[in-house]
């Protein structure tokens, strides 16, 4: 099924552990990006990319790496997890000719101990 | 500063009755403006979105929503909700995109719909 696939769907971390959080798409859209969602605050934007090799940070980026080395792939990384980085974590994708026609996948819940 | 308010954290309307969803915005320039539903557990879904032309634009799940200009207001709607509306809805607003390579959303804080049987 085409869409927006992100792994893994719940993660517990300790303080200053790293991982990544992978998202994938297979709708050869060029742009991608990764919002988090806290309660009461919508959706923030973290990091986007309009094309492969192209990043670039958003409203919170601080404390996260992103890269896009291929047009499908676009990996979250948390460098030294915090408690303030606890979160759900979405991933979205559109054609770059159709801004806004975003599609999400379903979230990473991220629980930072 | 951009913003977008949506004044209602939780609603809560019976089976079959109709719903408005509020949301305002504060934005300088011609706005883009869309409303998302996302279920539990799920990613976000393009519910509608208004560009220009006609001020009520139609949606998926028969969500309707109407664009003043004069009040900074995109009201989201429905005449008749179902028990499988209850999610939360948020509405976002953004610049041109072909005026603004560097478009972004403005995300509001989200609407808790509830069903009441």
């Known amino acids: 099924n085409a869409g927006v696939t992100q792994t893994p769907k719940f993660q517990v971390l300790k303080t200053g552990q790293s991982m990544t959080l992978q998202c994938a798409q297979d709708?050869?859209?060029?742009?991608m990006s990764w919002y988090r969602q806290d309660p009461g605050m919508g959706l923030r934007l973290i990091h986007y990319?309009?094309?492969?090799?192209?990043?670039d940070q958003g409203e919170v980026p601080n404390g996260y790496n992103v890269s896009r080395s291929t047009t499908e792939d676009f990996p979250l990384r948390l460098l030294s997890a915090a408690p303030s980085q606890t979160s759900v974590y979405f991933c979205?994708?559109?054609?770059?000719?159709?801004?806004?026609?975003?599609?999400f996948g379903s979230g990473t819940r991220l629980t930072v101990v | 500063a951009q913003s977008v308010t949506q004044p209602d954290i939780h609603i809560t309307v019976s089976e079959g009755a109709s719903l408005e969803l509020r949301c305002n915005y504060s934005?300088?320039?011609?706005?883009?403006l869309f409303w998302y539903v996302q279920s539990p557990g799920q990613g976000l879904q393009l519910l509608l979105k208004?560009?220009?032309?006609d001020t009520l634009v139609q949606g998926i799940k028969g969500f309707e929503a109407e664009f003043k200009r004069s009040q900074s207001s995109f009201n989201l709607r429905k005449p008749s909700v179902h028990w499988s509306d209850a999610a939360e809805y948020f509405c976002a607003v953004g610049p041109d995109p072909y005026m603004d390579s560097n478009y972004q959303l403005i995300w509001g804080a989200g609407t808790k719909l509830i069903i009441k049987p």
């Open positions: 990319s309009v094309g492969a090799g192209i990043t």
């Open positions: 934005y300088g320039a011609t706005p883009y």
């Open positions: 208004y560009f220009s032309g």
């Open positions: 979205a994708s559109s054609y770059a000719s159709s801004p806004y026609g975003y599609t």
């Open positions: 709708m050869n859209h060029e742009y």
